[in-house]
């Protein structure tokens, strides 16, 4: 049985400051994707990365 667990990942916006919760998904690997702020609607940068234990980590920065 293959278990995809979706782990969430607490994401500071660059532009404002807010705090929100997206999803990583561990079975894509490592990944970068943009998403817009729900806040301020700026786009941001959001680097993912799985260190050895599967643990997202979530690099972000100003797009
Ligand atoms: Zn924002």
Same mark, same amino acid.
């Given at each position: 049985m293959l278990w995809i667990m979706l782990e969430d990942l607490d994401i500071q916006c660059?532009?404002?400051? #807010?705090l929100f919760t997206t999803t990583a998904d561990p079975s894509a690997g490592d990944y970068e994707t943009i998403e817009d702020c729900e $806040?301020?609607?700026r786009p941001m940068t959001i680097r993912v990365t799985f260190d050895e234990d599967?643990?997202?980590? #979530?690099? $972000?920065?100003a797009a």
């Open positions: 660059p532009h404002c400051g #807010a $806040v301020c609607c599967g643990e997202p980590w #979530a690099d $972000v920065e």
